[in-house]
């Protein structure tokens, strides 16, 4: 049996478990008695809130329950905020507004209410030139309390190549930003106070994340001092396995990569506890076809997987645990009253009860972002519809930062006017309306959430079973049974669609034929730009040109002795390129062999 | 009604394949044969695929943008070796690509656009109404010695047309230095992966003026379409000295197409190939593909299998185990790999025929074993 196996154990054994609790409450006086008291005690330290209609409001809606059993069935099945299974939340209080909020007695000694003091939107951007980007974090952030800037790459810098490579200088700065070098780095986030608190930084990439990453703390500590790991905020994506699924963006082969990525890992955890060295994602698993239970299957497998991959490495997952985080995609199917607060329960029900992992390890740290698949071209203003629909269902289920796609999305990089739109729904939902910022669980654990929820745990659990029956994640990843399953589901979506079992509004339902929608405004990279970009690299690699050979060679030999990589890559970044450091990559480790 | 053959691929530093599989997927549910290069394709690689496997059409499904850049290439690349306008190039790219830009790009060559929200079904009937009847003629003898001259006899030779025997140049002498050697065994051994580790030692260690050719057979589905996969999880294979051609089964069982013997004896005649690797289907354990001796057309014959093949008994039913020049234990970091090196020793020991036995881990880089089965079948002579 691989882990996955006593994982699925464990959670059908705290099914089990929780049913004899509530048996045991009712009949057993003491249990019972010590229920009713956490009860009392919880709801005394609810604080509250007035609404600017006046209305006083507890800053948590509880049930009224009166009884020991049906009080030991709400812990057990849905939990505190903040509490273990963590169904309703990863932290006691999320999206709160500190302005409207009594301070609690806590709290009044603790001088002031300390919730909700960053926003949980997150954008992402990335287009042209790092100062194209570096621009659009500063439109973005200009009204923001705390600058949570996220990066998209384009193509080249995604599979570790140089824009000087042979045919890709029309990939150049499209669908994300062109980042060669640490230079290109520095001016990325140019402007931005990188080791303030208020700072957070994310990068979506995972073929050469260790190498972006070194490129970021090289060039902070350029500007900042070298101490300056220690405070950096933020997270990189850096998930091998669902590029093996259902990206296609990896470079080298399973196991090195695997290797660069624990290196990265393991350095972080020691030196950088502010940031989140991997992001497992199932958001690329979903936009390539999946159904939202494979994408939940597939991703907390894959993060189990990386748990075991990094304790056969000698490490603590009660060190590397609350450094991972988790990436979903949250679209309009129904699953998704729920999907997300099933996969904070299974994940802390695996991390407790097998890994023997503490709290901090035990909670789901979850970036949501909407279907990016479910917006379409044809009328495409519905788009702002489905966008905003989806981030309700985002925040029903307590995402701890949320990216909003743009309505024009199905066309270019978010032009700022869309981008604009994206960012303000989450405005509108969690500062203009009231269901959000008064109170926690307005919208938890209705009986509809938790049928839905109940059903899609069984679905995961049936998707473990199989993966297990396998060999566990990397034997199926081997017999592309992640892979099939997507693209299977994938295929179906699309016969759905085409036949109208799944309606798509202005598409197979409404549809005006002499659509006359407004016009889309196209990102485009200039021409120009991209030689620019071109000439930079060029630039770089000549001045650098007598350190190179040395600094790849250095790399190499802690590559072939097993010393940390992400350590000696903060060194080599200072003198080669990114196209450069991946080539060398490759003759050592070898290449990823594409799976199709 | 020759089937018709095309060619889809998804651009250089693109890894958005969900398109494109289930487009792929709808063409061979209606009969088409697809070649699939796979995603993050370069235009010099997606024009060599074409013309080696003389598609009619090339299909390119992109997402992160530089379409009109990649399309352009592409066309250009075509131009300089005269495929255009025989190669018709469409694609599409959901929203990504507009009015404006697909008015650009079919002013310079490009054949069709498929906009977003566009139905399986009207991409099909496209594929049918222009792509089906393109006849394909041989070419003039000023084109021999070229690949796309090869191509296209192979895909004459494919049809069992009775082809030009004029053209093809004097029969193989009985020196020929052309050496073939076939791969066999179960689906999932590691066939392809192994040979693209070949071919890797191949282009490193053999002179620059030396070629390899690979054909790769894929099965039909029923309804004649296929997906023709081979060459999308190749990396060392996308390589001017390489040419590869993909088969379709077409109905015939056992591992081969029914037209592999004719186009092995093209690819011998071209004498352009100073090694021709034949990979067949996934077999089952009655198949012999390659023959016993002589008759089968290669020289050598390997086995290759994985260690979970079953039990023992299974083993003995293995037909080819008796046949096979080598047997090969691929994926050796699996457990029984030990076991599965045991009972096969066994068992050809008592064939007493001097058949070698390996175990490689292809998909570790510079695997010693792989290096080994290079040395014993394509080392230096």
Not at chain 2, 157 to 183: F, H, M, N, W, Y
Request: glycine share 10%.
């Amino acid at each position: 049996m691989t882990s996955l196996g006593q994982i699925i154990a464990a959670i059908e054994n705290y099914r089990h478990s929780g049913l004899g609790q509530v048996q045991k409450a009712r009949t057993d006086r003491d249990l019972g008695e010590r229920m009713l008291q956490t009860w009392r005690e919880a709801k005394d330290k609810i604080g509250f809130t007035v609404t600017p209609t006046g209305l006083r409001l507890p800053r948590l809606a509880l049930p009224d329950l009166d009884e020991p059993g049906e009080i030991a069935r709400f812990l057990w099945d849905e939990g505190l905020p903040g509490e273990f299974p963590f169904l309703t939340s990863a932290y006691a209080e999320q999206y709160l507004d500190p302005g409207s909020a009594e301070p609690t007695e806590n709290e009044k000694q603790q001088s002031g209410v300390k919730i909700g003091s960053e926003e949980p939107t997150r954008l992402f951007a990335g287009l042209g030139l790092a100062e194209d980007t570096n621009a659009r974090f500063h439109y973005l952030s200009r009204n923001q309390r705390s600058k949570r800037l996220s990066t998209a790459f384009d193509g080249p810098t995604l599979y570790g190549v140089g824009a000087g490579a042979d045919g890709v200088f029309g990939k150049i700065g499209e669908g994300g930003v062109a980042i060669d070098t640490i230079e290109d780095m520095e001016r990325l986030y140019a402007g931005f106070a990188l080791d303030q608190p208020d700072v957070s930084v994310s990068m979506t990439i995972s073929g050469p994340a260790p190498i972006l990453l070194a490129m970021y703390v090289a060039a902070a500590k350029h500007r900042f001092g070298s101490d300056v790991a220690a405070k950096l905020r933020g997270t990189i994506q850096a998930d091998v396995l669902k590029e093996v699924q259902a990206q296609n963006e990896l470079i080298f082969p399973i196991e090195p990569s695997l290797r660069f990525l624990a290196d990265m890992v393991d350095y972080c955890s020691q030196q950088m506890p502010k940031w989140y060295p991997i992001s497992i994602s199932g958001y690329h698993i979903a936009e390539a076809g999946a159904t939202p239970v494979q994408q939940a299957a597939y991703t907390l497998s894959n993060g189990f997987a990386y748990v075991d991959y990094f304790r056969n490495r000698g490490m603590d997952a009660n060190v590397f645990g609350p450094r991972l985080s988790f990436f979903l995609d949250c679209g309009l199917d129904i699953e998704y009253i729920a999907l997300l607060r099933i996969c904070r329960k299974i994940w802390a029900i695996g991390m407790r009860d097998v890994y023997g992992a503490d709290k901090r390890a035990q909670t789901l740290k979850l970036h949501t972002q909407t279907s990016g698949r479910s917006l379409i071209a044809a009328d495409w203003p519905n788009n702002l519809t489905r966008t905003a629909l989806e981030l309700m269902l985002a925040y029903m289920n307590a995402t701890n930062s949320c990216h909003s796609n743009s309505a024009d999305e199905p066309f270019t990089t978010p032009s700022e006017e869309y981008a604009r739109y994206a960012a303000h729904a989450q405005a509108i939902l969690l500062e203009e309306s009231g269901l959000f910022k008064h109170m926690m669980n307005t919208l938890q654990g209705s009986p509809g959430m938790k049928v839905v929820g109940n059903a899609v745990e069984e679905a995961i659990l049936e998707e473990f079973r199989e993966i297990e029956q396998q060999g566990g994640v990397l034997g199926a990843v081997e017999r592309r049974y992640q892979r099939s399953q997507i693209q299977a589901a994938g295929y179906l979506l699309e016969r759905q669609i085409c036949n109208g079992v799944r309606p798509v509004v202005g598409l197979n339902r409404y549809n005006d034929p002499d659509g006359n929608w407004p016009e889309v405004h196209m990102i485009r990279t200039a021409k120009e730009k991209k030689q620019l970009q071109r000439d930079r690299l060029q630039d770089f690699e000549k001045r650098h040109a007598g350190e190179k050979l040395q600094s790849l060679d250095r790399l190499s030999t802690v590559v072939e002795q097993g010393g940390n990589v992400f350590e000696e890559l903060i060194y080599t970044v200072e003198h080669c390129s990114l196209g450069q450091i991946t080539e060398r990559f490759c003759e050592v480790v070898g290449k990823f062999r594409p799976m199709v | 009604m020759p089937a018709t053959r095309i060619l889809t691929a998804v651009p250089i530093c693109d890894g958005h394949d969900s398109a494109i599989n289930t487009i792929n997927l709808e063409f061979i549910r209606h009969g088409v044969e697809v070649v699939y290069l796979g995603y993050n394709r370069s235009a010099r690689d997606i024009v060599r695929a074409a013309l080696q496997e003389d598609a009619v059409a090339i299909g390119i499904s992109t997402y992160n943008g530089g379409h009109v850049e990649f399309f352009e290439e592409v066309l250009d690349r075509l131009n300089q070796l005269r495929l255009t306008p025989m190669i018709k190039i469409f694609g599409g790219g959901g929203g990504t690509i507009t009015a404006e830009e697909a008015k650009i790009m079919y002013a310079r060559g490009v054949d069709r656009i498929f906009f977003a929200g566009t139905p399986l079904a009207e991409m099909l009937g496209y594929l049918r109404a222009q792509y089906r009847d393109v006849v394909q003629q041989p070419y003039e003898r000023l084109f021999i010695g070229t690949d796309q001259y090869l191509a296209r006899e192979l895909t004459l030779g494919e049809r069992g047309a009775p082809g030009s025997p004029e053209q093809i140049p004097a029969a193989t002498k009985p020196d020929c230095k052309t050496k073939v050697i076939g791969l066999t065994g179960p689906g999932g051994a590691g066939k392809t992966t192994l040979i693209d580790e070949l071919v890797y030692r191949f282009l490193r260690s053999r002179p620059q003026n030396q070629r390899v050719a690979i054909l790769a057979h894929d099965p039909s589905m029923i309804g004649s379409g296929a997906l023709l996969g081979d060459r999308a999880t190749m990396i060392y294979s996308q390589d001017d000295r390489v040419f590869m051609r993909s088969l379709a089964t077409r109905g015939q069982t056992g591992g081969l197409s029914p037209s592999t013997h004719r186009c092995l004896d093209i690819l011998r005649k071209s004498e352009l190939f100073d090694v021709i690797l034949v990979e067949t289907v996934g077999t089952g354990q009655e198949a012999i593909p390659f023959g016993s001796g002589a008759l089968g057309g290669v020289d050598k014959a390997v086995l290759v299998v994985p260690p979970d093949y079953g039990s023992q008994l299974q083993l003995q039913k293995i037909a080819m185990i008796d046949s096979a020049d080598a047997i090969v234990v691929n994926k050796s970091d699996l457990p029984g790999c030990k076991t599965a090196v045991a009972e096969i020793e066994y068992r050809i020991r008592a064939n007493q025929k001097g058949q070698a036995l390996l175990r490689t881990q292809a998909n570790r880089h510079r695997d010693t074993g792989v290096d080994q089965l290079f040395e014993s079948f394509l080392g230096r002579e």
